[in-house]
C-alpha cells in the first residue's frame, strides 16, 4: 500500500469569493464555523462576524489578514473531518506549523478550541507534543511568516492515532514534501484545500513519476458540484 500524505492548503486557501461563497455549502465546515463563533463569542468578541467575513468581497476580504487565516485553518479543519469519516487515516500530515494551525489541531498537538481563542489572547497548546511555538498576536493584527511541517503517524493502538514529528529540514512546503517522497516514500499527497499550495507540476519535481496528487474535495462523490462555475484560475489543483 503507498503511503500518503495529506496537505493542508494553507492561509491562501479562500483567496477566491467563489470559493468562498462554496465552500460554507460543505456541512461538516459550516459546523466548524459556527462552533469557532460561539468561542469568539464566549470571549466577548461579537464584532466579529466569521460568516459575514467569508461573504465579503476579495479587497475587505485580503485587508482582514488575522482573520483570513484563521478561517483558512478553520475550513481545512472541517474538510479534514469530512475526509477522516470515509478515507483511511493518513501516514503524515503536512501544513503550517505557526499561527493558525490546521495540522496542529488535526495532529491532535492543540485543541480547536485553543487555536481560535490564541487569536485574541496567548494560548499554550495543553498537549505535550508542540511543533513550534508562536505567541499569538491580537485578532485584528498581521500575521506572522508561514512555516511548514510534516507530523508522521506513529500510533494507532490504545489511546488512538498519535502523530510525532518529523525533521524536514527547511521550513519551506516544496522542501517538506520532497523530504517525504526521497525519505519516507510518500507517493500520494492529498490536498485539504480547497485550493493547494503547490500545482500539479510542483509535484512532477518531487522526482518519480508515480507521485500522485489529489483532491479531498474532487475524492468526494457527494462534493461533485463544488468545482462547477467556479474560474479555472480558482483551481489551481488543475494546473
Known amino acids: 500500500m503507498k503511503k500518503n500524505a495529506v496537505v493542508f492548503a494553507g492561509r491562501n486557501a479562500l483567496d477566491s469569493s467563489e470559493l468562498r461563497t462554496n465552500i460554507v455549502r460543505i456541512p461538516e465546515v459550516t459546523i466548524r464555523i459556527r462552533q469557532a463563533q460561539k468561542i469568539l463569542e464566549s470571549m466577548s468578541q461579537e464584532n466579529v ?20 487565516s484563521l478561517l483558512a485553518a478553520i475550513v481545512q479543519v472541517g474538510l479534514f473531518d469530512r475526509f477522516s469519516r470515509t478515507q483511511r487515516r493518513p501516514d503524515f500530515l503536512v501544513g ?11 495532529a491532535g498537538h492543540m485543541s480547536f478550541e485553543d487555536m481560535v481563542r490564541a487569536t485574541v489572547e496567548e494560548v499554550k497548546p495543553s498537549n505535550v507534543v ?40 527547511a521550513m ?24 493547494s499550495a503547490l500545482t500539479g507540476s510542483d509535484f512532477k519535481t518531487l522526482g518519480s513519476e508515480d ?19 467556479i474560474a479555472q484560475s480558482a483551481n489551481t489543483l488543475n494546473q
Not at 508561514?146 to 518529523?166: C, D, K, M, Q, R
Open 211 to 229: 507521485v500522485e496528487s489529489v483532491d479531498s474535495i474532487e475524492m468526494d462523490p457527494m462534493l461533485t458540484w463544488f468545482w462547477r462555475g
Open 49 to 68: 462576524d466569521l460568516l459575514g467575513v467569508l461573504a465579503a468581497d476579495d479587497e475587505t476580504f485580503f485587508k482582514n489578514l488575522k482573520q483570513k
Open 130 to 169: 508542540e511543533l513550534s511555538v508562536v505567541q499569538a498576536a491580537p485578532l485584528l493584527s498581521g500575521v506572522s511568516l508561514t512555516e511548514f511541517g510534516a507530523v508522521e503517524l506513529s500510533n494507532t493502538e490504545g489511546i488512538g492515532p498519535v502523530y510525532g514529528e518529523v525533521k524536514a529540514g
Open 96 to 106: 503550517t506549523s505557526n499561527g493558525d494551525s490546521a495540522l496542529k489541531v488535526c
Open 172 to 195: 519551506e512546503l516544496k522542501t517538506v514534501l520532497s523530504t517525504l517522497h526521497n525519505d519516507f516514500r510518500v507517493d500520494r499527497f492529498i490536498n485539504i484545500g480547497p485550493t
